[in-house]
């Protein structure tokens, strides 16, 4: 079983649509982050948290520690948020453990 | 500012052959890591440097790898006698120490024929 796992794989959403991508994890995290990699691959960081929620622009994620389980939403999607969605847990040594992450592509 | 460099962008090198790739960190992050993403996987973590620490090669695949950081900014990933199965993305990406965001560079293709 992986230490992070998300779910779900793929997901296809109409333009304005709400989403959400789910992230689990089963070891001890100091922080948790989301990342956002679009074709070519260049990879951005989205947030970084380690308890309660943050929100940036459309963008919004949540983590609950004691459930260990983190959510990232987007609403009223739009097809530029096409890209892969990736959770990754800071380790308590300061790796990152890295979900395998969530195609989203959004159609006009 | 600059954001995290890599180079070179691509790189097509013949099984058996050693191959360098460089990673410049944001200036005044002391940490620095490397990670891996072959075809169709996720992320892996191969190395982290930190500061003037002993870095954390738990990552690293093989023997045949090895990264060095000098003067703690830039690092250079060494891949010795390649082999196909080392055809990935190699992707740096430094952060102050501690619990803060990372910042990824463009990453270096690699392609091993």
């Known amino acids: 079983k992986n230490e992070v796992e998300q779910s779900p794989q793929n997901l296809t959403a109409q333009e304005g649509e709400f989403i959400t991508i789910n992230c689990s994890y089963s070891v001890g995290i100091s922080a948790l982050h989301w990342l956002q990699q679009h074709p070519g691959g260049g990879i951005v960081s989205l947030f970084m948290?380690?308890?309660g929620k943050k929100k940036h622009g459309r963008l919004i994620a949540t983590i609950n520690i004691q459930e260990k389980h983190s959510s990232l939403h987007i609403t009223a999607s739009h097809p530029r948020d096409s890209a892969v969605y990736i959770c990754a847990v800071r380790s308590n040594t300061d790796k990152l453990i890295f979900g395998t992450g969530t195609r989203l592509q959004v159609f006009p | 500012g600059a954001g995290v460099s890599q180079s070179p962008s691509n790189k097509v090198t013949e099984k058996g052959k050693d191959v360098e790739l460089r990673c410049d960190p944001i200036s005044g992050h002391t940490a620095l890591y490397w990670y891996r993403q072959s075809l169709g996987q996720g992320l892996e973590f191969l190395i982290y440097f930190q500061g003037n620490s002993a870095p954390d090669k738990s990552g690293l695949p093989s023997d045949r790898f090895s990264a060095e950081r000098t003067g703690g900014s830039v690092s250079t990933l060494t891949i010795q006698r390649t082999q196909q199965e080392d055809s990935a993305v190699y992707l740096c990406?430094?952060?102050?120490?501690?619990?803060?965001?990372?910042?990824f560079g463009p990453g270096t293709r690699l392609t091993v024929t």
């Open positions: 990406a430094s952060s102050l120490v501690g619990p803060y965001e990372q910042y």
């Open positions: 948290l380690s308890s």
